[in-house]
């Protein structure tokens, strides 16, 4: 079955620094691959997606990239600010036919944003 | 903004009871799932629903869980005999469709963490 594998698993970085985190997957069906943000007492937050027929994606500070030859793809955020200290989780979907998700996540990430 | 909500948000049992957590997916998505997250370990695939039916479970989900749809706005989880190790926090989760089939953004509900004594 599918695997994902996440680092690092703890990133701390200065305000306005650039953070990066990186996944790899196993399984070269999965097409789909969501980045979770994860706030304390919270449930994971979808911030970004990818599908694998896109090699990038941005909204805003935030990116992703997707290598499909290589199995793995990256969370970019620019211009950190202290709100975005969280876990954050990627994530792969193998393909289904059944027409729903069944997310594999990676380990986490725990990012903090030092003023 | 539409949300998935899970009660109660925690629940403590002895070991051998039964429990029930609720949730109460986005109100038109199709497709509901159960994940859980044993303290400091990944998030994992429990089971996925639609049509009133699973869609498909994992190596977790044995014969003491169960979901169900019992009317048109919950969904729940069951776990029949609780064991300590079942201890954890438990997400539910719902999607639409999406444009292409199978890819439909999941949604999490801020989870219930149960705690088996």
């Known amino acids: 079955g599918e695997n994902v594998e996440q680092h690092p698993s703890t990133l701390s970085v200065q305000e306005g620094d650039s953070a990066v985190i990186k996944c790899t997957y196993s399984?070269?069906?999965?097409?789909?691959f969501p980045w979770y943000k994860q706030e304390l007492g919270k449930g994971p937050q979808l911030i970004i997606d990818?599908?694998?027929?896109?090699g990038e994606k941005k909204d805003q500070r935030i990116a992703v990239t997707l290598n499909k030859t290589a199995k793995h793809f990256s969370l970019h955020i620019t211009e950190t600010q202290p709100e975005d200290s969280a876990v954050y989780f990627c994530?792969?979907?193998?393909?289904?036919?059944?027409?729903?998700?069944?997310?594999?996540f990676g380990a986490g990430t725990r990012l903090a944003v030092h003023p | 903004e539409p949300e998935v909500t899970q009660t109660p948000s925690h629940q403590v049992t002895q070991m051998g009871q039964e429990v029930i957590l609720r949730c109460v997916p986005i109100?038109?998505?199709?497709?509901f799932y159960w994940y859980r997250q044993i303290l400091g370990q990944k998030v994992e695939f429990l089971v996925s629903?639609?049509?009133?039916?699973?869609?498909?479970k994992s190596e977790i989900f044995d014969d003491q869980f169960s979901v169900e749809r019992p009317d048109g706005s919950n969904f729940t989880l069951k776990i029949r005999s609780t064991k300590l190790e079942d201890s954890a926090m438990y997400f539910c989760?719902?999607?639409?469709?999406?444009?292409?089939?199978?890819?439909?953004?999941?949604?999490f509900g801020s989870g219930t963490q149960l705690s088996v004594l």
């Open positions: 399984d070269s069906a999965s097409n789909y």
């Open positions: 994530a792969a979907s193998p393909l289904t036919t059944g027409g729903y998700n069944k997310l594999i």
């Open positions: 109100s038109n998505h199709l497709y």
């Open positions: 989760a719902s999607s639409d469709l999406g444009p292409f089939r199978g890819i439909g953004k999941l949604f």
């Open positions: 629903f639609y049509n009133n039916e699973i869609s498909e």
């Open positions: 990818i599908r694998s027929n896109v």
